[in-house]
Every structure is written in C-alpha cells, then in structure tokens.
C-alpha cells in the first residue's frame, strides 16, 4: 500500500474545486474568484449565497428573484416551533440547530430528491430557516415567543431582528452582514470535508448538512470563537491581558483564535472583523474586549509567530451586539451553510464514493476465547 499521509491529512488534495480558492502564504480568500476583501466591500450575504451556488454574480433580476426566495422560505413550519418548544430548556444552541436540521427534512417536500433543481430548492429553504430556527431558539429558552421574520429586512438584519425583538443599528446589521460573507465558505475545511462525505454516498441535502454541523460544533473548528470570550472574560480588564496571556504561553496552552492548518500569516478574514468589532465598540462605548484581543494578538504573535484566525474578533463583535456566547458556533452555521450546499451541488455533479484507506497497525492472528474462559 502506498504512504500513509501526514496526520490530520494535513496538505493532501483530495479533489479539484472550483468553490473556493485559500492562498495561506500571501492570506488571500478567493469565493468563485473574487476576493473576499472585494465582496466585503461592495456584496451582501445574498449575493453571495448566489455567487457560491451559481459560480457567478447575479444580475439585478437574478439576485430580485433569489432574495425574494429566500426571504419567502424563512417561516418555520407551525409544528416545528411545537417541537422546539417541547425540547428541555437547557440544550445547548448548537445540538437544537444539528437537531432542528436533521428534523427539518422532514417538512422539505424536496427531502430525498437529489437532483440540482431540488437540492437548490432545499439549500435556499436551510439558508432561509436556519437563522430563524437560531433566533427562536434563542427566545424559547429565555421563555420568550419567537419573532417572526420580517420580509422588509436583509437576511442579516432580519436574524438581528427575530433574536432581539427590535430592528438593529445599521452598523450592527452591515457588520453581521460582512461576518455571514466572510464565514461563507472556506475550501475543504472539516465540516465541508464530512459535508461532501455524506453527500458522496448519495445521501441528501439536509443529511449533509446535519453531518457539517455536527463538525463544526467542535472546538477546534468553529467553537473556537466561544473559547475566545472564555479567554476575554477571564482576562477581565485590558491592563491584565498582557501579563494573563504571557502565563497562558509560558503553560504551554492553545489560544483559541490563532493559528491555521492553511494560513501561514495572519487569516484575511481577521482585519474586518477586527475593524467591524473596534467600530461597534466606539459605538457602544464599550472597547474592552477589542483591547484585550488587540494585546493577545501582538504578544502571541511576537512570542509564537502565530497570527490571528477569523475566531478572534468575530466574538467581541457578537457580543457588542447582545449575542449570548454559546449562539456565536450556530452564527457561523448559519452562514457557512452557503458553502457546504455550494459543496453538495459540487460533489453530486462530479460524485465518486469518499472511502480513503487505513494503514492497519493492529494485531493479525488473535486467538478467540470463549467468554468463561477469559
Ligand atoms: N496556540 C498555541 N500554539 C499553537 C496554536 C495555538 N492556537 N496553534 C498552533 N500552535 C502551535 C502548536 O502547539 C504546534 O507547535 P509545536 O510544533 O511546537 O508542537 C504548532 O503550532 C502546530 O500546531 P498544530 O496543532 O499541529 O497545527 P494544526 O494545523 O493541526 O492546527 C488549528 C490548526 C487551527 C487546529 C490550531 O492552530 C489550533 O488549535 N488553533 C486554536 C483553535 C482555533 O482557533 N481554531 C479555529 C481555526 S479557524
């Protein structure tokens, strides 16, 4: 048999893409081409999704049409929201949504055709429904009714909105809208990898995604934002960072929001939520966390030659906005979706099975020996 490959497949390519493009040296992030920087600048969530799923811009009554759709599939079937409710109040945001995902398959008229036509049908309704199903949750558990969507706001408003009960700033909707964008899709990160696994199986949409949420729950992935304001929290006060984060090297431990399998400098996603998370703060007179991370940051840097990744400052931005810790792993699902069923469409158009091969290591002539004997 051939080499084994390097733990945690670290470098092997395991299929061409067209999705995606990472370029970890110069920290540049490509979606269908475009720069991320760029679709920051001028896009929105929406075309983006467009952008991802359909390889390339919209044009004005493409991207009409699709918003419309999208605004259109966001209520949650009645009996849905009787099951959420029916759920023990202290599960964790995270197990509702893998939950809710899988459950919703079964309202999905289109649930088990795996055609392009119908598995786009079913990506734009998860797109729709998983910001509503995060945001009912999120007042469910408070003992609150759910807010419905409101058709007259953008995508990431409309998610502010239905959390929160009341319309957000401008500032607050614009950042949660460069925060959808910059989660959107990311190559073959591991939740996309066990996307494409099921979905190589001929297994369905909603199966996929129910599998990339499982992955992305895990702190090395997408949980790592939540370890972050763990981090922020202990440190307190801004003047303790420096001192608190030098005793976390000197111990030896991970710090959440540095370091990447791909980038070798600092992730291009970092800087805007970096400058979105500053902004928020002046806004809202609270500059604390930013300073804090701004000083973990120049000192592991200095110290480990490890930059930030887009875990970072994507927490002190949610939680200026209100967004409690344990909904921010949800948040990034509910953008990163866009990509996964981007990488759905991808894999059934072009599907071998995924079944990579073991170097066994175990014992070959073991003897069996009957239970009272042993
Ligand atoms: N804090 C401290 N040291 C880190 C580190 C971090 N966040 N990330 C990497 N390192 C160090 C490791 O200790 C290791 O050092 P060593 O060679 O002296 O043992 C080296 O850098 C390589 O780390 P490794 O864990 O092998 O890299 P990886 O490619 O397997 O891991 C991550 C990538 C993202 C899992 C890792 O950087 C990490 O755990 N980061 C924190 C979690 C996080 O922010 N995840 C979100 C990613 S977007």
């Given at each position: 048999m051939t080499t084994v490959a390097k733990a945690g497949l670290e470098d092997v390519v395991v299929s061409t893409s067209e999705i995606c493009f990472i370029d970890g040296r110069q920290g540049r992030l490509l979606y269908r081409g475009f720069d991320i920087d760029d679709l920051?600048?001028?896009?929105?969530?929406?075309?983006?999704?467009?952008?991802?799923?359909?390889?390339?811009?919209?044009?004005?009554?493409?991207?009409?049409?699709?918003?419309?759709?999208?605004?259109?599939?966001?209520?949650?079937p009645p009996r849905f929201i009787t099951f959420l409710k029916d759920l023990p109040k202290k599960t964790a945001p995270m197990e509702v949504l893998r939950t809710g995902v899988s459950a919703l398959s079964a309202f999905d008229p289109d649930a088990a055709d795996n055609a392009r036509e119908a598995t786009i049908r079913k990506a734009i309704r998860l797109t729709a429904q998983m910001p509503t199903l995060v945001a009912a949750w999120e007042r469910i558990r408070r003992g609150k009714a759910?807010?419905?969507?409101?058709?007259?706001?953008?995508?990431?408003?409309?998610?502010?909105?239905?959390?929160?009960?009341?319309?957000?700033?401008?500032?607050?909707?614009?950042?949660?809208?460069?925060?959808?964008?910059?989660?959107?899709?990311?190559?073959?990160?591991?939740?996309?990898?066990?996307?494409?696994?099921?979905?190589?199986?001929?297994?369905?949409?909603?199966?996929?995604?129910?599998?990339?949420?499982?992955?992305?729950?895990?702190?090395?992935?997408?949980?790592?934002?939540?370890?972050?304001?763990?981090?922020?929290?202990?440190?307190?006060?801004?003047?303790?960072?420096?001192?608190?984060?030098?005793?976390?090297?000197?111990?030896?431990?991970?710090?959440?929001?540095?370091?990447?399998?791909v980038y070798r400098v600092e992730d291009p996603r970092a800087k805007h939520l970096r400058r979105l998370a500053t902004l928020l703060g002046e806004q809202t007179g609270d500059t604390h966390y930013v300073a804090s991370l701004n000083t973990v940051a120049r000192v592991v840097t200095e110290e480990k030659h490890i930059y930030p990744n887009v875990d970072l400052y994507s927490g002190a931005a949610y939680t200026t906005m209100g967004v409690p810790t344990d909904q921010f792993t949800p948040i990034f699902a509910i953008s990163r979706v866009a990509g996964w069923s981007a990488h759905v469409l991808e894999q059934h158009a072009h599907n071998r099975l995924i079944r990579p091969r073991a170097e066994y290591t175990g014992p070959t002539s073991a003897t069996y020996v009957p239970i009272d004997q042993r």
């Open positions: 920051v600048a001028h896009s929105t969530f929406e075309e983006v999704v467009y952008l991802l799923w359909h390889g390339a811009l919209p044009s004005r009554k493409e991207l009409d049409a699709h918003k419309k759709a999208l605004v259109r599939a966001r209520k949650l759910p807010v419905a969507p409101n058709p007259r706001l953008s995508h990431a408003a409309n998610f502010l909105y239905m959390m929160f009960g009341k319309k957000p700033t401008d500032l607050a909707a614009r950042t949660f809208d460069v925060a959808l964008i910059l989660h959107a899709d990311h190559e073959f990160n591991a939740s996309t990898f066990a996307a494409r696994v099921t979905a190589a199986t001929l297994s369905d949409l909603h199966s996929a995604i129910t599998s990339a949420i499982g992955a992305l729950k895990g702190p090395l992935h997408g949980g790592a934002n939540e370890q972050v304001m763990h981090m922020v929290e202990q440190i307190k006060d801004p003047a303790r960072a420096e001192a608190w984060i030098r005793k976390a090297l000197a111990d030896k431990a991970r710090i959440m929001g540095f370091g990447h399998r």
